[in-house]
């Protein structure tokens, strides 16, 4: 079963995946650093509670 039918398909299909790979990787840089201002506020909250 060939699934590329030309070399120029098979480079195609990776520049597709590598610019998929970098916003996966964007994306999940994101959801982080949002996630570490959650953090941040949530340990604001504990420590003026004390």
Known sequence: ????????????WM????????????AIIA???GL???VKDLLGKVSNSF
Do not use: D, P
């Open 36 to 38: 570490n201002e959650e």
């Open 1 to 12: 079963m060939k699934i590329f039918k030309s070399k120029k398909g098979m480079e195609t």
């Open 31 to 33: 959801w982080y650093a």
């Open 15 to 26: 520049l597709v995946l590598i610019i998929l790979s970098i916003l996966f990787l964007f």
